[in-house]
């Protein structure tokens, strides 16, 4: 009776996680909400940086999916898009993303998610370098499988979050207009 409620436990577990797998086999793209342009002028220059040890998007019962070698490459554009720089501006501005990961624990009929996004905002100028790191996060759960488009839906979302968060930000208001 044991060896057999191994077997299919065994049966199960391959059958969650290989339905997982053809859950996130497309390519990964990211489509944060567009948000009206926001004139940084004493911002020359936007650079967006990866320096994550996980290069997973989404960790599933602590298999990696939906691996991005560079996510600053799916950011960078929607980030230049939503903040503009002046010709004249003293600083540089770079955006670390540190952390990009949903973890998620599958159960036949039912998920458990923790999503994490953390990035490090840098400003350089000729006399000074102001840093700061910031994070945000979402938790789900529900019934079914949780997939890529949700995995993709919460990343756009804390991206929108994060950079909203960092531009209210006092201490980094402070630090664009030294």
């Keep these: 009776m044991k060896k057999l409620i191994n077997i299919v436990?065994?049966?199960l577990l391959t059958l969650i996680l290989g339905g997982c797998a053809n859950q996130f086999e497309?390519?990964?793209k990211l489509a944060p909400i567009a948000m009206s342009?926001?004139?940084?002028m004493s911002v020359k220059n936007i650079t967006v940086s990866d320096s994550r040890a996980q290069q997973a998007m989404a960790m599933v019962n602590s298999s990696e999916f939906m691996e991005v070698a560079n996510i600053s490459k799916l950011v960078s554009?929607?980030?230049?898009?939503?903040?503009k720089t002046g010709s004249n501006g003293r600083n540089n501005l770079n955006f670390d993303i540190t952390t990009a990961t949903s973890y998620i624990k599958q159960y036949a009929m039912s998920f458990e998610s923790e999503a994490v996004l953390e990035?490090?905002?840098?400003?350089?100028?000729?006399?000074?370098?102001w840093k700061k790191s910031y994070?945000?996060?979402?938790?789900?759960?529900?019934?079914?499988?949780?997939?890529?488009?949700?995995?993709?839906?919460?990343m756009n979302l804390m991206l929108s979050t994060l950079l909203e968060r960092t531009l209210q930000?006092?201490?980094?208001?402070?630090?664009?207009s030294r």
């Design 9 to 11: 436990s065994a049966a």
């Design 26 to 28: 497309q390519a990964v």
């Design 37 to 40: 342009p926001k004139l940084l």
């Design 77 to 83: 554009p929607w980030l230049k898009n939503t903040l």
């Design 119 to 129: 990035w490090t905002v840098t400003l350089e100028s000729a006399n000074r370098t």
């Design 135 to 154: 994070q945000t996060g979402i938790n789900q759960d529900g019934p079914m499988k949780f997939s890529q488009e949700d995995v993709t839906k919460n």
């Design 169 to 176: 930000d006092e201490e980094f208001q402070k630090a664009l």
